[in-house]
């Protein structure tokens, strides 16, 4: 019987294997000069209630998205749409906004790659050729593959009579039939041209054959898969896959048939690679991994498991990269093209409670200039090379307001005050305590120039330091009953709240609804970022919001001052004279102004606990709390 992942009723499957079931498609469809494409009748589900419209949907989706059918995948590049719906990759750098050419952000114009022939289909019209490129994850194994992808229709009208014995007298009913075949054709040869992750084929095409009511009642259509072989040997796993991409097809045509949809939404979410195109991530991230993964989680020395950690933070890195490629036009040392690509335009970073120190080490191996601390040293400091941990500091961070109505008091170690150089990048991963005071220490560093920066909330956290799960703004209409209020009383109880069902797939739903806009007003994640970009622009920032492609379901990015730092650094790079406080454009307009501002938001915030030093003291009992707790590790979960 069907269940949530396989919809097909396979009781009604043969259980042959496939070469004793084969038949030639010619039935289904005629393609002139060739009679090679076969099919099954296990490869067939019938009784579907969808349209033809939901099924071109979902197979354009699919195309688009390879890497949900198959985890050996990272993407599709387009490189070629008869209708300009679907982005190409260079469309995407040229849609990020930032005007460096494609030479600068270190992507070579992609390779004219000429279209398959669309074999002539007897009854239907080509409507749609589309030629993408498959990404592998691994690289050092697989290589890329181009494929077109051929879309045709065929639409008929039928006229069926209600009651044939009074044909006279009957009325008809108006039906049409529409077919939507998809044919995808690889560009190789020979079958040792066929990488792993595609199936040993020539050729595979999926044919949706339908009814419509022009009423507008339920369709009636039978969904099959076809394939073109190289020879009449086919291994377990080619019949596997056949399996699972109908079972796909039926499942997400299905679930989608309700839904409506765009083509637009065949690409990334809305808030996804909205600030760095996807393939400048992964492909970083893809050279990344290959470089310091595997030795990193060989020598690594924390208790917690080492790839989760790891991953996360190359991924961080990647995107840091790409993101200060296109703000800066800097491009890493280790890239392997010509001349270093590092350079004076590249200011510096600071990674705020820098935890195991992967990412300041990562960036700094490949050429960006930098430091980090945190509240307490990480043994895995001791593997970096010793340049590295030089750069790396037990630290705590007393924000200047508190350093100013409780002095400089004895922590037992080094204090800083968030003093950082003009222009450095701020970095606040899952800084939890820091994370709403990050665009503030980023704006007080220089209020006439304030600092860009990349906070990733996490865990929920007043000013001073305590746990606090923020109220909706006020004025604010949230779409949904965001159910019982949470008091900052109860606040802990609720940081990491389970699901009323205790069922898992509710869990994900909730923990995705997080990051929509509706959710921006209903869990404490999603009040935490709200509260978290409000504060940044009562700093006088343009904030920004983007999901960032992590493990990790804290994975929303909010960066602060990307556009107007990357005009600053455009009009140094043309003139060679970096731009002034205007060029900034701040909300605020001047510094006293900012200063003025950020006064006001932190009184704001810290009257709630009593006031300014009741909020200073809260925050410096904290601080000494971390240096008598010994006993378990902390996860950037410190005032550092």
Known sequence: MPNRKNVRDLSKLS?????????????????????????????????LTFSGGNFYETAVFLMANPNITSSHLFRADILFDSQGLLRTPEQDEELAGTGI?????????????????????AGFDLIRTVVRRLIPRNQEIDKPLEQTCHF???????????????????????RQRQRVLTMFLPHVEFPEQVPFYHPLLKGLATLYDCEDLSDGGD?????????????????????????????????????????PTTEKSSQAHSAKDNLVPRHLTQNTYARLKSLYAADLMQRWVESTEPSKHVYEDLAITAFLIELWRL???????????????????????????????????????????????????RKSWSIYPPWVQERLSEKILLPKPFADVMGHPDLGMEITTGDFARDTFIISNHADELTVWTPLIAALACPESPLPFLAIPCCSHALSGARYRYPQPKGSKPKASTGPSVSADTADNGQNP?????????????KQAEKTEQGMWTSMYGLLTA??????????????????????????????????????????????????????????????????????????????????????????????????????????????
Not at 24 to 44: E, R, Y
Not at 155 to 171: F, G, K, L, P
Not at 235 to 256: A, I, K, M, Q, S
Not at 355 to 365: E, K, W
């Open 15 to 47: 259980g042959k294997p496939l070469k004793e079931t084969t038949i030639s498609s010619h039935a289904s469809f005629q393609i002139d000069g060739t009679n090679d494409w076969l099919t099954s009748a296990d490869l067939k589900e019938e009784g």
């Open 101 to 121: 050419s494609a030479e600068q952000v270190g992507e070579s114009a992609q390779t004219q790659v000429e279209a398959k022939p669309a074999p002539a289909v």
């Open 152 to 174: 045709y229709r065929s639409i008929e009208s039928i006229v069926a009579a209600e009651n044939e014995a009074r044909s006279d007298t009957a009325q008809c009913q108006q």
């Open 219 to 259: 369709s009636s259509g039978i969904m099959s898969v076809h394939f073109l072989p190289f020879t009449q040997d086919f291994p377990d796993r080619l019949e596997r896959t056949l399996h699972t991409l109908l079972n796909f097809y039926v499942r997400l045509t299905r679930g989608g048939q309700l839904k």
């Open 327 to 377: 703000m800066y036009g800097v491009k890493p040392i280790n890239e392997g093209s010509q001349g270093s690509g590092m350079s004076d335009q590249f200011p510096g970073f600071v990674d705020m409670a820098c935890g195991n120190g992967v990412l300041v080490y990562v960036l700094l191996m490949e050429g960006y200039s930098g430091c980090g601390f945190d509240a307490r040293a």
């Open 498 to 510: 389970q699901s009323a069902s205790g069922d898992l797939k509710a869990l994900r739903a909730a």
């Open 531 to 640: 509260k978290t970009m409000s504060v940044a622009e009562e700093a006088g920032y343009e904030v920004e919001r983007t999901l960032l492609r992590i493990p990790s379901t804290r994975n929303i990015g909010i960066i602060g001052g990307r556009r107007a730092v990357t005009a600053k650094w455009r009009q140094h790079d043309t003139s060679g004279i970096v731009g002034n406080a205007d060029v900034l454009g701040t909300r605020a307009g001047c510094a006293s102004t900012v200063e003025q501002a950020i006064t006001e938001t932190i009184d704001r915030e810290c009257s709630r606990e009593g006031g300014l030093g009741v909020a200073a003291q809260t925050w410096i009992e904290r601080a000494r709390g971390l240096r008598k707790d010994t006993g378990k590790p902390i996860h950037h979960d410190v005032p550092t």
